[in-house]
């Protein structure tokens, strides 16, 4: 089995690359291949010969390039590139600066030259010579790829449909009108190319924000001046201590320290060890604000730091860093084809053959059953083959075929720059029809971080807050959650460092997570039980003393974990979670956005705790409770059969079988999580929801613009039909309205890149 993946250069519309993809599917071997006029690559898998891919693309005149990762310091050129090419201007150094396109720029200057001399009849000759010349010279190129995808991928393309016409003009004598019709349409293809690398680039452009060097902090090795000195015979030198050396980022290993001035770039994903700083993470995030950091806290490459000199440890290599995996994940995303367009890909294999038999019919059947004029006629009647070639011009697919890639593109870019990753056009249409949202609620509504609010044991007086009873039963209780990453774990350990019980006993052995409900373990040779109550009538531990206490805490929204030590009940530590705010926030931009939005909360914790969570968060229609993972996971499945598509919302680390199974699964705070970037359909960067309702809105409004792309680009052809069919339509009005509407569809796309 073979993978390879390839730039593609010389693709200037996305028909040409549906084309090619057809073409190199039928390679003998090749099992899958995909070719994404988005991002110009290619990608195909299966037991096939690469050479011959590479002669096929070569034969349908298209260059192959390898595929390597996007470095900081090409980004850089490619913002600088961009920023040249902007205006009209910029356009015009566009044409200039490819083979391809520059026929186009000289064709336009051979027909301006032509067009003064029609005015003088002794020179109409030269006139007709320079407008053929246009012809050969913008026409050849377009031919050339034509003619290839007829004879190499046995395909009828636009090139072979706007030669045709071409050809046809000429043998009618409509010399002016071949040479318009031919340079409109090479202009138009070198336009819709431009402006869809300039799409390509804004994505590539967050690149550039890394800087290209880091400050790092070496110790001296083996120094000259000092050797022989104290002892030291070589290796660190302890006179000297650390050096600051600046090297390329490429070079910067994991565990070294980096020295990040104010005001400068951070070169690396790490972690704060020295020094507090207000941190611009807009590039990575999408937060307006500065965000205060200090150490113990992480930072990303590419994101700007404020007035303090920071001494970071890197986390992941350069090439690794979260901006370059956003940049990497987003273009494979890009990549991917949402169902609409995949739907318009299978219309358009159908539609142009079956333009070309209309054509065929239209020049043809007329004259022969109707004795209609075929050729022009002297007082100016069109001739049914001049209609024939205007509708094959009108026909083109241009418009319809880029209608939805540009938009979806151009809507995923945007999102990452806003600090929210979309895996691809699939989950943007599928997150803008869903109306259930299902969130999980530790780590997602709330902080996720609870807070021990109370532990008692039965001797505990009522009057005392604290005691020794009470103390010894935390201590038990830390002795088996000391290895446990869960949050009411976490809670348990940050109050027994408080009251400096972290060491009273040693770690239990055997520990044993029990999903959902507790933990167990052996502490010197006695079992520890800590559970919530339902484990522990499962376990038929009674704790009485506690019944009322309990019942009253979790009706006032708190967790409550009972202790137990060989079948005994020791007491119970309390602990309350707090809403995050942006959860309020959120939930109430989703019902603003559309009433018919269903929100449920999936939660293990116990019902009258998470009743209480949800009348403190509003806008939360179903609350189901008590839910292990294969609950949620059920939970999520039932709400797919009775409503459809179901959004899951968590924090990209638990639930992982609901997001798994879920529409689409939407992680929160991904700027700090690896696997939840690998993992979710949707990841929100920060911690925080209220990018949730902008991310819907956009993707509703994606889907808007493609339906109207679609609806003006079938609307422009029906309207240019009726206008060809009468002969009103002239050949270079109709490669205008074709081109035209393919540009008016892309710019309506590329509207999605703003703000």
Known sequence: MNEIKYYVDGMDCANCALVLERSLGQIEGVQQVEVSFSTATMQASGNFDPQALEERVKAMGYQTRPFVEETR???????TEKQSFDGIFGFVRYLASQRQTAVALWGAILLLLSTPLGLLPALRWIQTMLQVGVVILAGYPIANKGLRAVFVGRQITIDLLMSIATVGALLIGEIGEASTVILLFAIGEALEGYTSENARRSLRSLLALKPNQAHVLRACIDCAEHLGQNGYQGGPCPICGTHETTVPVEQVMVGELVLVRPGERIPVDGMIVSGSSAINQAPVTGESAPVSKGPGEEVFAGTLNGEAALEI?????????TISRIVRLVEQAQAQRAPLERFIDKFATWYTPAVVGLAAGLAIL????????????????RGWLYRALALLIVACPCALVISTPVTVVSALGSLARRGVLVKGGAFLEALGRSTIFAFDKTGTLTQGHPVVTAARTADCPPDVERCEACDDMLAIATSVERRSEHPL???ILAEAEARNLTHMYPAAEGVQSLAGRGVRGSLNGEQVLVGSHTLFHEQELYGEHYHDTVQRAE???????????????LGYVSMMDTLRESSRTALAGLKALDTRIHTVMLTGDNPAVAEKIAAMAGNIDEVRAGLLPEGKLQAVQELQAQYGNVVMVGDGVNDAPALAASSVGVAMGGAGSAQAMETADVVL???????LPGTVRTSRQAHAI???NITFSLAIKGLFLLLTLPGWATLWMAVFADMGASLLVILNGMRMLKK
């Not at 007329?366 to 009647?381: E, H, I, M, S, Y």
């Not at 929204?557 to 060989?566: A, F, I, P, W, Y």
Request: net charge negative; aromatic share 4%; glycine share 4%.
């Open 555 to 569: 009706a006032e929204g708190q967790t409550v974990m009972l202790v137990s030590k060989e079948q005994h009940v």
């Open 489 to 491: 774990a976490q809670a």
């Open 313 to 321: 440890e890197v986390s992941k290599a350069a090439s690794d860093s």
């Open 685 to 691: 960067m920060q911690s925080d929801l209220t990018h």
């Open 73 to 79: 310091l090409a980004a850089q050129e490619l913002v």
């Open 706 to 708: 493609i339906m109207q």
């Open 366 to 381: 007329p004259p022969l059953l109707f004795n209609a004029p075929f050729l022009d006629t002297p007082d100016g009647t």
